[in-house]
């Protein structure tokens, strides 16, 4: 499907989500869906949270995909954006983590269209890990010997386990099992009417009736609830021109545009989940709106081009907070270690070298 | 006790060590030495590790105590020196953190007689975490809502409980968790013959004969097994005038000196724990000897003045591998999130910004 029919076809399921929003609430599936060909097995996951938290896939062994994502957290930085290597920052920020498996595609402009995809490229992005290509992020796992079994065990067909793309695979395992159910929204939709408070319930049918399910749709309220290996994506702002694009910076950025390069995908952006949402502030793609109050405001005047109230704001925040879901309790992974030989380079010419503290 | 007189009281105490080494080995006991004025409890071990993983301690929200000291591995970052705000750099390379609760006193100079004392360094310091000062990091926990009933379960009998004093006595109760026993060596010792391989076993004797014991003596390797409040501290180069003093420049930094000004005190350092050192690579105090081989012909050459010979090397260096302990299996911390409103500071002046990517 192109594009600008591909967005035609989503408009038309806007309406659809627009008219029956009401049937619309559901609670999060226990698992994501999972790839035929990339299936999780409890070696391959374990894998893959070690790789996640190995900072030796970045140039300097400082960031590891962590570091920008915590899953100790809200799945992201709290940050407006990430700082890489060489003090760099990109320009959007850290998306959560916490149930990306539901996304349909990923980054914010969707240009990955899995988690797979996704996983390689801040590895390799030279202003986030900078490793400088895939190759050279095999090379430094294959300076770690005790690596090779954990792959064996991950990929036991390969017959040279260590690839770019099987670190892609086990990663994104991982990520599948980083989903956050049970949030109080969860219980409320599964039939506990004591699981919201009546502001939260007020906000509820509010965040309905406003139209911000028309988006903000299904299970994991960032798409309608269905296979959606295309991507789902809304123009941002879709009303222009209000004192908020300028405020908050919203159109310097032009989105897929910037990737696909095609005028149609101008200022279009994949719609981000709102699970866990009242943890992950600062808000939009470029983080520049501080408060969860501010960033519903935004939405109401860009999106729906409606000025709310007090009373409707407060009651979609209340609202919001109660998709907080439950984080599993994760053990830490053992990073594998070389013998007495560090694998990250000792020199570092791009840096200062301050006095001494440690 | 004044540091020259402290001095010669070791240097007695070395030439006990090297005429009695042959009784010295020992295991790690299973606990370290817990000070009376802060006693461990659950509660404030789960609060120091909550501390000890949250980046918001960090001027940025990018740096924490982990991200230099990784529990993951093998309790530093592998690095010859960490990366702090602002992409700095300290001359010294960051130390591990498991066992440092056995140390005598903490960081590489000694300069903290605790880990309490040692908990506010990094923190504070512009090149590491970066945040201006106590104030400012006692601010930014206030800031986190969540953290206070953390802190008054940690600290019952304080009527303001989130103080700089308070985060460190709970990292430092944290980190007296961070142990690592029953490595091959204290199998051995303890009695099972077969726990040490036959080189390593050769290693052992050849790391006594030469004399490594004097000073890395005791179950941590880290000096004599006695109360140690003062510190234990040697000179190194001991023998200087070799070519690693240049090759390795192991004279710019002039150690404890750097702290105290005192001249009694030029090239003086703590003695370093040896546990786990075949993970924490690289080596010495500036990170710049890359090899545990390497760092083995150095200390020999430096510290006894000896050429050892390929046999020795490589004996001592499988000896070395062999007190690599079993690290505890250890949950992931939750940080406590504030609800929809970031608490990192928005602005970074000092950071360029580049291309979008997330």
Same mark, same amino acid.
């Given at each position: 499907?192109?594009?600008?029919?591909?967005?035609?076809?989503?408009?038309?399921?806007?309406?659809?989500?627009?008219?029956?929003?009401?049937?619309?609430?559901?609670?999060?599936?226990?698992?994501?869906?999972?790839?035929?060909?990339?299936?999780?097995?409890?070696?391959?996951?374990?894998? &893959?949270?070690?790789?996640?938290?190995?900072?030796?896939?970045?140039?300097?062994?400082?960031?590891?995909?962590?570091?920008?994502?915590?899953?100790?957290?809200?799945?992201?930085?709290?940050?407006?954006?990430?700082?890489?290597?060489?003090?760099?920052?990109? &320009?959007?920020?850290?998306?959560?983590?916490?149930?990306?498996?539901?996304?349909?595609?990923?980054?914010?402009?969707?240009?990955?269209?899995?988690?797979?995809?996704?996983?390689?490229?801040?590895?390799?992005?030279?202003?986030?890990? &900078?490793?400088?290509?895939?190759?050279?992020?095999?090379?430094?796992?294959?300076?770690?010997?005790?690596?090779?079994?954990?792959?064996?065990?991950?990929?036991?067909?390969?017959?040279?386990?260590?690839?770019?793309?099987?670190?892609?695979?086990?990663?994104?395992?991982?990520?599948?099992?980083?989903?956050?159910?049970?949030?109080?929204?969860?219980?409320?939709?599964?039939?506990?009417?004591?699981?919201? %408070?009546?502001?939260?319930?007020?906000?509820?049918?509010?965040?309905?009736?406003?139209?911000?399910?028309?988006?903000?749709?299904?299970?994991?309220?960032?798409?309608?609830?269905?296979?959606?290996?295309?991507?789902?994506?809304?123009?941002?702002?879709?009303?222009?021109?209000?004192?908020?694009?300028?405020?908050?910076?919203?159109?310097?950025?032009? &989105?897929?545009?910037?990737?696909?390069?095609?005028?149609?995908?101008?200022?279009?952006?994949?719609?981000?989940?709102?699970?866990?949402?009242?943890?992950?502030?600062?808000?939009?793609?470029?983080?520049?709106?501080? %408060?969860?109050?501010?960033?519903?405001?935004?939405?109401?005047?860009?999106?729906?081009?409606?000025?709310?109230?007090?009373?409707?704001?407060?009651?979609?925040?209340?609202?919001?907070?109660?998709?907080?879901?439950?984080?599993?309790?994760?053990?830490?992974?053992?990073?594998?270690?070389?013998?007495?030989?560090?694998?990250?380079?000792?020199?570092?010419?791009?840096?200062?070298?301050?006095?001494?503290?440690?």
């Amino acid at each position: 499907m192109k594009p600008l029919s591909r967005y035609l076809a989503l408009s038309g399921l806007c309406a659809l989500a627009l008219t029956a929003h009401a049937q619309q609430w559901e609670p999060l599936p226990e698992h994501p869906p999972i790839p035929a060909d990339n299936p999780q097995s409890q070696a391959k996951i374990d894998l &893959g949270k070690t790789l996640f938290f190995d900072p030796r896939l970045s140039e300097h062994g400082t960031l590891s995909c962590n570091s920008c994502h915590n899953v100790m957290a809200g799945g992201d930085d709290n940050r407006p954006n990430s700082i890489g290597m060489h003090d760099a920052r990109g &320009g959007r920020s850290a998306p959560t983590v916490w149930n990306a498996a539901y996304q349909s595609v990923q980054f914010w402009d969707g240009r990955a269209g899995t988690l797979e995809e996704q996983a390689k490229g801040p590895i390799t992005n030279p202003i986030e890990m &900078g490793m400088s290509d895939a190759a050279v992020a095999v090379g430094r796992l294959n300076q770690i010997p005790a690596y090779l079994p954990l792959f064996k065990a991950a990929f036991p067909a390969a017959s040279k386990p260590i690839t770019m793309d099987n670190v892609a695979k086990a990663i994104a395992a991982y990520e599948r099992t980083l989903v956050t159910p049970d949030s109080p929204y969860d219980r409320y939709v599964k039939g506990d009417k004591t699981a919201l %408070t009546a502001q939260q319930a007020r906000g509820m049918k509010t965040f309905g009736d406003l139209g911000c399910t028309a988006c903000h749709a299904g299970a994991n309220f960032s798409g309608p609830p269905m296979p959606m290996a295309q991507g789902f994506f809304m123009k941002f702002p879709t009303f222009a021109g209000s004192a908020f694009d300028k405020q908050y910076d919203l159109l310097s950025d032009t &989105g897929r545009h910037a990737s696909t390069g095609k005028d149609s995908d101008k200022h279009m952006w994949r719609v981000p989940t709102l699970r866990n949402i009242a943890l992950t502030a600062p808000y939009m793609h470029n983080g520049k709106v501080p %408060t969860l109050e501010e960033a519903v405001r935004v939405m109401a005047k860009t999106q729906l081009n409606r000025d709310i109230d007090a009373t409707q704001l407060a009651d979609v925040v209340a609202f919001l907070t109660s998709l907080s879901g439950k984080f599993p309790e994760q053990t830490m992974p053992r990073l594998p270690l070389t013998s007495g030989n560090s694998i990250v380079p000792p020199i570092d010419p791009h840096l200062k070298t301050a006095k001494a503290t440690d």
